[in-house]
């Protein structure tokens, strides 16, 4: 048996955005043609919009379907000068400048948020911040489903997100975008997505999109996500006392209900990764690879932790269908490592 707890990277498909999308093959017109049967995609598009537009808490014209939260921070960013904290996704910190300072809780402090870019909430820590009123860009492509938000109360002028980080399908996400707010299109050609993003829509991805995100608000407000972090917060106090010198990171502070981010200084977080595989979790490390070498968390380092704290994260996801015996079972399993890692080590 398999325990899955990787779920921000990405999430399972949602059976509801499985069966819209098996639903939506049939229609076999291109949304841009004017017959009958362009007509009935083009519709499907539009429906699907209008839900994800709703579930966000924003207008339908303000939603561009995109490839995923990468094309859309693309989107967003070319051609503009914006600040940022060390603690960005890649897909963000690409585009912007590393000035903005970030405190040993995670917090940014952003100064001029009308220059700035800030995340809702760290997809490896989970930390969640504070937008300020005004800020030009904010991805909330983790907060998106696990948290209450409404971007047309949230303050930010745009806004990314991906479908399957919610448990739609992967290859579709959304920039979300204030009325009057121009954004200048990188694939230019057909005129679609208001002449902001051209190129064939994507009829099965924004249906299965719009399915999840409609689930997502239901199992929000029916406190499925409390009841994650009940089991987050478990998972947290089961391996809290044997694991001393193990940083529960975010501790203390508003983080995403799924999840905990352990740093272990001198346990590999790629060796932790393996390990628990071969036990039967998937789980990520807070470090990434690049051109085959091991860099510690750029995240944790923007934190202030040292290279040893930071090279030794790991992050555990939790999602709807986790439970407490895979809770448990994952603290069993990773105590008993750690274990034989302090053996070995002393």
């Given at each position: 048996m398999r325990v899955y707890l990787d779920h921000n990277a990405t999430t399972p498909l949602r059976p509801e955005a499985r069966a819209a999308m098996i639903a939506a093959m049939d229609a076999v017109g291109n949304p841009?043609?004017?017959?009958?049967?362009?007509?009935?995609?083009?519709?499907?598009?539009?429906?699907?919009?209008?839900?994800?537009a709703s579930a966000f808490g924003a207008d339908g014209a303000d939603v561009i379907f995109t490839s995923g939260a990468t094309e859309a921070a693309a989107l967003a960013l070319d051609g503009r000068e914006l600040h940022g904290g060390a603690i960005e996704h890649d897909a963000v910190d690409a585009w912007i400048t590393?000035?903005?300072?970030?405190?040993?809780?995670?917090?940014?402090?952003?100064?001029?948020?009308?220059?700035?870019?800030?995340?809702?909430?760290?997809?490896?820590?989970?930390?969640?911040?504070?937008?300020?009123?005004?800020?030009?860009?904010?991805?909330?492509?983790?907060?998106?489903?696990?948290?209450?938000?409404?971007?047309?109360?949230?303050?930010a002028t745009m806004a990314l997100t991906s479908a399957h980080k919610l448990g739609g399908p992967k290859g579709i996400g959304a920039l979300v975008v204030r009325r009057g707010t121009e954004v200048q299109a990188h694939l230019k050609g057909g005129g679609q997505e208001m002449g902001r993003r051209a190129g064939t829509e994507n009829v099965l991805g924004a249906v299965g999109f719009a399915a999840a995100a409609t689930a997502a608000m239901r199992d929000l407000a029916a406190g499925v996500w409390d009841e994650v972090a009940s089991l987050r917060d478990l998972l947290e106090e089961t391996l809290a006392p044997e694991a001393k010198g193990t940083i529960f990171v975010g501790k203390g502070v508003k983080r995403l209900p799924n999840t905990l981010c352990l740093a272990t200084p001198g346990?590999?977080?790629?060796?932790?990764?393996?390990?628990?595989?071969?036990?039967?979790?998937?789980?990520?490390?807070?470090s990434a690879c690049s051109s085959g070498k091991v860099r510690a968390s750029r995240v944790l380092r923007a934190m202030g932790y040292d290279e040893a704290t930071a090279a030794g994260a790991i992050r555990v996801s939790l999602g709807p269908e986790t439970t407490?015996?895979?809770?448990?079972?994952?603290?069993?399993?990773?105590?008993?490592r750690l274990r034989k890692h302090r053996a070995c080590a002393g």
């Open positions: 841009s043609s004017v017959h009958a049967e362009g007509r009935a995609a083009k519709a499907l598009v539009e429906k699907a919009r209008a839900e994800v590393d000035d903005l300072m970030v405190n040993e809780a995670g917090e940014v402090r952003v100064t001029d948020p009308a220059q700035s870019v800030l995340q809702l909430a760290n997809s490896e820590t989970g930390i969640v911040q504070t937008l300020p009123e005004g800020l030009a860009v904010s991805d909330m492509t983790q907060g998106f489903g696990k948290l209450p938000l409404a971007f047309n109360w949230a303050g346990w590999k977080g790629e060796t932790q990764v393996m390990q628990m595989d071969l036990a039967g979790y998937a789980i990520s490390a807070g407490k015996q895979d809770v448990l079972g994952f603290a069993e399993a990773w105590l008993d």
